[in-house]
């Protein structure tokens, strides 16, 4: 081959590298970061001292008016030590972080992918602070310092969003998935206690549903971790759920992937790797671990029963997939084969509900009845 040909056949070969991301990247909606320049006036710093940030995408049309803020998720932090490896990544610091997003599923801003929220003024949450927006201290030592300050980072946000239009809001949805859906818990009504009184104000949490359940070794392994995050207290949403005044939707799968792994069958349980296949990939369980799946997913339904029965406000979709979070991606969010429940897809439940278009409850028959389960397998 000569040089010219050479040539040919190297930019040949970058066309074909580059061209599915490039059709894929038309599709995509990217959406630059904002900084909160005005968040060290009320002392709201991620864990290493930067400061925190948003992601804004404007409503526009009949939205303009309507407002949904997502928390981002990624896990926790839970004490000194992971608080201060975490600082140094983007999970902990705005200086690491992607400065451009990419909004999908529920973040969307097209109306046949995002049917009732495409218009809004959608903003995602950064998470930064390691507890799920929930804590306010300060550790220093001489050599180390990590401000815990999720609450502060979240007041801050929303001080620099009310004049942006929050504050006229006609609607409003507080969503957020994982650790953002277990902030969603947490600061739901706070959230209403910013918007006009007459605004219609609702919370969703995707993935959030973090029970407070025995693991196989019947350790109360979570209760541990949580006690031990620095800042944030025993906290699960099942015991805060009965007193939260705002409308609330629940969605969650009854095998959630993260619970599964974490919850029920942490590492520290199964010291043999007797669960290693099964967690891999649901068709290895065995019998055994197949019912010991049931009894968590029957945990979840009792304990959401007098939710189920007597909330008339709320809403709820919990279905039987082997995932965690399902708003986020287009896939599962609202897709020709995403995952439904009764037929209805995750963006349908959500409406229905948020829109009061009809009662919106939806419970999936168990493992494996699902046949339109997206599967995280690994
Ligand atoms: C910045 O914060 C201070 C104190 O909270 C407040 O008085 C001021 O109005 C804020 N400025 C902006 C531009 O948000
Ligand atoms: C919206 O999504 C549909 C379905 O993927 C696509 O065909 C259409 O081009 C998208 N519209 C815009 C403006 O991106
Ligand atoms: C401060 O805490 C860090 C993390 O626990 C530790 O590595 C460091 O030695 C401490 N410094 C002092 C002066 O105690
Ligand atoms: C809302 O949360 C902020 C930050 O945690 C707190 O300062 C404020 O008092 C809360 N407001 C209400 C009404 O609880
Ligand atoms: C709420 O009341 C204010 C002041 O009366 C009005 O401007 C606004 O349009 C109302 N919002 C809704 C959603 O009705
Ligand atoms: C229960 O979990 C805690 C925290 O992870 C651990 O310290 C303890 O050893 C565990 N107990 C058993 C029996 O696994
Ligand atoms: C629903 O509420 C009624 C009245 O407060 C109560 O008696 C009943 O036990 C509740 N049902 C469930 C399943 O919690
Ligand atoms: C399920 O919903 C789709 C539209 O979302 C519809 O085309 C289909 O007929 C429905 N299937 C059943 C069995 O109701």
């Given at each position: 081959m000569n040089a010219n040909a050479m040539r040919v056949a190297l930019s040949l070969l970058i066309l074909l590298m580059w061209a599915p991301r490039r059709i894929y990247s038309q599709e995509r909606r990217l959406v630059k970061m904002t900084l909160v320049r005005n968040a060290s006036s009320i002392g709201?710093?991620?864990?290493?001292?930067s400061l925190p940030a948003y992601h804004w995408d404007r409503g526009f049309g009949a939205g303009a008016r309507n407002w949904l803020l997502q928390f981002e998720g990624g896990g926790w932090c839970n004490d000194v030590k992971s608080c201060l490896d975490r600082a140094a990544t983007r999970r902990g610091s705005t200086r690491y972080m992607s400065k451009v997003e990419v909004f999908s599923g529920?973040?969307?801003?097209?109306a046949s992918l995002n049917?009732?929220?495409?218009n809004w003024n959608r903003v995602k949450l950064r998470y930064c602070d390691g507890a799920s927006f929930a804590g306010d201290a300060k550790f220093q030592n001489g050599t180390s310092l990590l401000y815990f300050r999720g609450q502060r980072i979240w007041q801050a946000i929303i001080l620099d969003l009310l004049p942006k239009g929050l504050g006229q809001a006609k609607k409003a949805l507080l969503s957020g998935c994982s650790a953002g859906g277990l902030a969603t818990f947490l600061h739901c009504d706070n959230f209403t206690s910013y918007l006009p009184k007459n605004a219609s104000v609702k919370c969703l949490s995707d993935a959030?549903?973090?029970?407070d359940a025995r693991d196989?070794?019947?350790?109360?392994s979570m209760r541990y971790f949580y006690n031990s995050?620095?800042?944030?207290?025993?906290?699960?949403p099942q015991y805060a759920l009965p007193y939260i005044k705002t409308p609330f939707f629940i969605l969650n799968s009854a095998y959630d992937v993260y619970q599964f792994h974490?919850?029920?069958?942490?590492p520290a349980a199964d010291p043999h790797g007797h669960w290693y296949h099964c967690k891999l990939n649901?068709?290895?369980?065995?019998a055994v671990q197949i019912n010991t799946l049931q009894g968590f997913r029957k945990y979840m339904l009792e304990t959401l029963r007098p939710f189920f029965v007597n909330s008339t406000r709320g809403g709820m979709f919990i279905n039987?997939?082997?995932?965690?979070?399902?708003?986020?991606l287009q896939d599962t969010w609202f897709a020709p084969d995403s995952p439904r429940v009764n037929n209805k897809t995750i963006s349908e439940a959500v409406g229905d509900w948020y829109f009061g278009r009809k009662v919106s409850k939806e419970i999936d028959c168990a493992?494996?009845?699902?046949?339109?389960c997206h599967n995280l397998i690994g």
């Open positions: 709201a710093y991620c864990l290493d001292g529920i973040l969307s801003n097209n049917p009732d929220f495409y959030g549903f973090f029970l196989i070794s019947l350790n109360h995050l620095v800042t944030l207290q025993c906290f699960f974490h919850i029920l069958v942490p649901p068709a290895a369980c065995n039987s997939c082997f995932a965690h979070c399902q708003s986020e493992y494996p009845c699902d046949n339109t």
